[in-house]
């Protein structure tokens, strides 16, 4: 089975700019979750998506923005980026519910200069 | 509410044992364990449930006491490639928003 994959593996953007990372979930895995990782802290969670809808949401403002796809891929935008976006944004999907833990994708590094 | 993990790290050398633990002030509903190994995703290890069993993972354990809102994960005989970071991760119910704690820095050394 394939794994999470996250596109692309690195990113560098300036100050106001948009930008868009994607997630290809696991096969059979139909949630799909988005993290931010600051260097040295744990991941804080986005939102979760759960066929095509958000299914919660964490402490981020509305420019960070999501969709789901029928085939469970997922997108994660993020409008007018500030120098305190730069992250690590992990992509991880599972079961409905997370019953069985959440699979990883190895994330994208975003730097804003 | 973010679970809170403690120590926050701790050494050890290849062959003894250590306790991470992990405490809510929110009613917990299940709690995962992830490993995280520097430059790397996190690594599901196990899933408690409320009203579950403890689960263990060859010599990784771990126990769930929904009473006192706390997971204790429990690593025995540690082994080199046990070293990385802990993360516990709570979800709070129907509302499913999923917190990490800090994390437990884990340094086994030879």
């Known amino acids: 089975e394939t794994g999470v994959t996250q596109s692309p593996t690195h990113l560098i953007k300036t100050r106001g700019q948009q930008v868009t990372l994607r997630c290809s979930s696991q096969?059979?895995?139909?949630?799909v979750s988005w993290y931010q990782q600051a260097l040295g802290q744990g991941p804080q969670f986005i939102f979760q998506?759960?066929?095509?809808?958000?299914?919660g949401r964490g402490n981020f403002p509305p420019r960070f923005s999501g969709l789901q796809f029928p085939n469970y891929s997922s997108e994660l935008n993020v409008n007018a980026l500030e120098l305190d976006d730069s992250a690590l944004y992990l992509c991880a999907s599972s079961p409905p519910r997370g019953q069985l833990g959440y699979t990883f994708g190895s994330g994208t590094r975003l730097t804003v200069v | 509410q973010q679970p809170v993990q403690s120590p926050q790290a701790v050494i050890l050398r290849e062959g003894e044992d250590a306790v991470i633990n992990c405490s809510s002030s929110?009613?917990?509903?299940?709690v995962h364990w992830y490993r995280q190994k520097h430059g790397e995703a996190p690594v599901f290890l196990m899933i408690?449930?409320?009203?579950?069993e403890q689960k263990g993972h060859e010599k990784i354990s771990a126990s769930f006491n929904e009473k006192k809102q706390q997971s204790s994960l429990y690593l025995t005989a540690s082994q080199l490639s046990y070293s990385g970071t802990y993360f516990c991760h709570n979800s709070g119910g129907s509302n499913y928003k999923l917190t990490f704690g800090k994390g437990t820095l884990l340094t086994v050394n030879p």
């Open positions: 998506y759960y066929r095509e809808e958000e299914n």
């Open positions: 408690l449930l409320k009203g579950g």
């Open positions: 929110k009613a917990l509903y299940s």
């Open positions: 096969s059979g895995h139909n949630t």
